[in-house]
């Protein structure tokens, strides 16, 4: 079944069974396309694969469906592959846009990342250093508080020290006046010897009975001279024997060849 319709001022003849009205407006589409629009059917008859069409000049011109398809359907896919190129250059290009933004901004991240790192590496120079010296002030802080926990038992040392101290001082002054003893007894023990020298005299003298008036007068005069001498020397024994017990003084109590007379203290 044949049936004729218009397309672009043109009319044209198709099967109705076969859908031949859209063939044949892709064929004209893609005759008007070689034609600069200057090809123009007055009829056409579709007939099998083949498309009859009528030129306004009166030529007859034959249409291959099969091969205008294949070109159609080349230009369809030429148009579709630029299409998508474009669309996909453009994205593409948004997309390279978008991630150079974003690199840009991942760098300028690292780098303050970086001067960041830099300067926390210094402040962790400092920080040891706070560390070590907040542990010796907390050393130095446990040290006091031994100190101040252990003030009284070092006052009660330090008044035993200062005891100590004043019993020196006094043991000092004992032995000073010691020394002064033992020279005043020193002293004593000279004189004593210096009596005895002066008693052997006086029995050598009294041994002789030449002059009996002047031995017996100066017998006497060394008698009263060693009765003094007596009477101070039991004294400084007894102070002596206070410091030193262990020193004794020996004195002569009876002087021999003065008439057995006995020296009594005052």
Known sequence: MKEEFCVGGSRV???A??????????????LASRCDGGLRFLSG????????????????????LARSFEAISAICCRCQLERFNTLYINKLERE???ST??????????????????????????????????????????????CHEKQDTW????????????????????????TRLEFKVEQVSERVEEVNSKVNWVKK???????PMITEFAGRGLLSSLAYHVTITPSITLLYSS?????TLVYPQQVYGSRFRQLRPR
Request: glycine share 6%; net charge neutral.
């Open 243 to 247: 410091s030193r017990p262990s020193v």
């Open 96 to 98: 390279l846009s978008s």
């Open 101 to 146: 933004a974003k690199i840009a901004a991942l760098e300028s991240a690292v780098r303050s990342i970086g001067d960041r790192a830099a300067a926390w590496d210094n402040i962790q120079n400092h920080m040891t250093v706070w560390t070590d010296q907040s542990r010796t002030m907390e050393r130095k802080l446990d040290l006091l508080n031994r």
């Open 205 to 211: 003298q009294m041994a002789a009975p030449e002059q």
């Open 45 to 64: 008859v579709y007939i099998g694969s083949v498309y009859l069409g009528v030129c306004p000049h009166g030529r007859v011109q034959f249409v291959f």
């Open 155 to 178: 006052e009660v040392k330090l008044n035993a020290v200062d005891a100590l101290n004043h019993k020196l001082t006094a043991l000092d002054k004992k032995i000073n006046a010691m």
């Open 17 to 30: 069974r076969g859908g031949a009205g859209d063939d044949a407006d892709q064929i004209l589409a893609l």
């Open 13 to 15: 003849s198709g099967d």
